[in-house]
């Protein structure tokens, strides 16, 4: 019931803290049943009439003996609970951690960032409890009442079968409202996530909400959504009541039960007044373990779900190739036949054959969406799932250890991260060893270094997603970490998108004279960049439309010619108008 051996397994350090969780509870139900016992002498010679002073000070040490010992055994209880907690969020948060690190840079075609950070985050915190505090009453639960029957069976054995015998009613009453909990539980769930999204994502558009004065509607829309929570949320604090009080009226029934049984044995003078007095006050202390544990069993549940997501995560096939090939450090980059799909209704690549020749400049251009930046990510390793061949001086993609290539081939984005902290800091990710001297001849290549000077230098501060850098600051101080990184291939990615034409030529020329030591693949929509490339790839719709120098190209007077012409009639025109 609700007991997960691969997840028990998988936190084998908590093992030892729920048994000392339990064997701690079990010394203080030891302690306790002393303690009645002495009460209980103490009663009946009080009714008895035969109470010496010694039998009360023995009962008043033993009484306070009892509460010091139960008094420690929960600060135990309350550490091991801690402990076991702890060993969970280690564990299992590190192995989360190292999964992500397995699955490379292609994480996100298997799982999204989001739900990682909850699985992370609140599914663990989840288990927390779990291990903590429903697992060790699980155990207990099943210890207490055994140890209770077997110390009552010395007194009187029909009342301590009748209590015995009602303590599972309470798991069969938790069993019957399980099924419809599940599902109640998992809608409620479903609801809580979904509204949890919706609010982050108005949140974060609030802005654009404002200019579009959608607010009004989105706050309408926001409102509907939380009422559905409320409601589902009422049914299952309902659901949650109810299966309490049902709990409680099978404690209270059984304690009672076993009150009248004790009392009929008495009278029918099959026990002395100490043992009925001792029966009765034990009869409660049959349930309330039980009964403890069925108030943990939304905790349970939860934990059950949220385990269910964390193994979902663990289990994803792993295909970073950790023990692959080193990359080969010279030799061309092949593509045969290349096909890809993110999804099954549409092919984004319909079998291209590219070749990047190693120390050349290799251009990639055509329309928006046909295929450029895809074809990137296929060659960086992000997306896996395409067809064909993509080889490296021979050797296949697949089989290159994702860590190699990553020193291999250096990407730019027109939207790299950038992290909170220091120009500096964000730097030396590039070269962990460069001195500033180097930093700054960077900085000065990407023309940053002006700005940098009237700020703290190298010591700027960036705050989150460099949001006080501009975008084409944020870009150049992307390019000048590029270049610190010395790979021998690098591919730019638009990587000059939201900078000035003037400052864009200059980084052009950069990458042009890098151009001289490295393989480059520019992939651009500025075809005024690609000119002097030595083969320029013209993507259309996923298929390669044509290849050859600029020169070539345009005497075929293709695909290529039309967007040049194009691209050189706005450029003219923007010229002119200015
Ligand atoms: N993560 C994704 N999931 C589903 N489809 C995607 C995804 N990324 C891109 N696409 C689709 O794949 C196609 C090719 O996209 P890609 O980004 O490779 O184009 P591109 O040529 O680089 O375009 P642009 O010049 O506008 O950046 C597009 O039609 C796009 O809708």
Request: net charge negative; glycine share 6%; hydrophobic share 45%.
């Amino acid at each position: 019931m609700m007991i997960n051996k691969r997840l028990i397994g998988t936190v084998k350090e908590s093992k030892k803290y729920i048994a000392l969780n339990v064997a701690i509870q079990w010394c203080s139900l030891a302690a306790n049943v002393v303690m009645m016992a002495a009460i209980s002498v103490l009663l009946a010679s009080m009714a008895e009439k035969n109470v010496t002073r010694t039998r009360i000070y023995t009962t008043i040490i033993i009484a306070a003996a009892a509460v010091v010992i139960r008094f420690l055994c929960a600060v135990g209880m309350s550490k091991m609970s801690y402990l076991s907690s702890k060993a969970v969020k280690k564990t299992l948060r590190e192995k989360i951690y190292e999964k992500l690190l397995k699955l490379g840079t292609s994480y996100q075609e298997k799982v999204q960032t989001s739900e990682v950070v909850q699985v992370a985050v609140e599914g663990v915190d989840q288990l927390e409890t779990y291990f903590g505090a429903y697992l060790p009453q699980f155990f207990y639960a099943m210890i207490a009442p055994l140890t209770l029957f077997v110390i009552l069976c010395f007194i009187n054995v029909p009342s301590a079968v009748v209590l015995l015998i009602c303590v599972p009613l309470i798991p069969v009453a938790i069993a019957a409202v399980q099924t419809w909990a599940k599902k109640l539980l998992s809608k409620y769930w479903g609801r809580y996530t979904a509204l949890g999204d919706t609010f982050l994502e108005n949140l974060q558009g609030l802005t654009t909400l404002k200019i579009y004065q959608a607010d009004e509607f989105k706050h309408k829309q926001m409102n509907e959504a939380s009422e559905e929570f409320r409601k589902i949320t009422m049914k299952v604090l309902t659901m949650q009541l109810n299966s309490i009080t049902i709990m409680d009226l099978i404690a209270y029934g059984g304690a009672a039960l076993g009150i009248v049984m004790s009392v009929t044995q008495f009278k029918a003078g099959h026990i002395g007044l100490a043992g009925a007095i001792f029966i009765i006050l034990l009869s409660a202390d049959f349930f309330i373990p039980m009964r403890q544990l069925g108030s943990f069993f939304h905790i349970a549940m939860n934990g059950m779900a949220s385990s269910d997501k964390i193994f979902k995560l663990l289990d994803l096939p792993e295909d970073n190739n950790e023990n692959g090939k080193e990359c080969p450090q010279d030799g061309d980059i092949v593509c045969k036949n290349l096909a890809f799909s993110y999804d099954d209704d549409r092919e984004i690549l319909h079998g291209i054959d590219m070749v990047f020749k190693s120390g050349s400049f290799t251009a990639v251009v055509g329309e928006s969406g046909c295929g450029k930046s895809t074809t990137a990510g296929i060659i960086m390793g992000h997306m896996k799932n395409y067809t064909g061949n993509v080889t490296i001086d021979g050797n296949s993609l697949s089989q290159i250890s994702e860590a190699s290539l990553m020193k291999h081939i250096t990407y730019v984005g027109h939207n790299s991260y950038l992290f909170k902290g220091t120009v500096r800091q964000n730097l030396l990710m590039g070269s962990p060893d460069a001195k500033d001297d180097k930093l700054w001849e960077m900085l000065k290549e990407v023309n940053l270094a002006d700005f940098l000077k009237g700020e703290d230098g190298l010591d700027t501060k960036l705050l989150e997603k460099a949001s006080n850098f501009s975008g084409g600051q944020c870009q150049r101080l992307a390019l000048a970490r590029a270049l610190l990184h010395d790979s021998p291939v690098y591919i730019f990615d638009e990587a000059t998108s939201n900078i000035d034409v003037e400052s864009e030529n200059e980084i052009m020329e950069r990458i042009y004279e890098l151009a001289k030591t490295k393989t480059v693949i520019l992939i651009s929509h500025r075809l005024a960049n690609v000119t002097g490339a030595d083969n320029i790839y013209v993507l259309e719709s996923g298929n390669v439309a044509e290849c050859g120098t600029h020169e070539e190209l345009l005497d075929r007077h293709g695909v290529y010619e039309k967007l040049w012409n194009a691209q050189q009639e706005l450029e003219s025109f923007g010229k002119e108008t200015a």
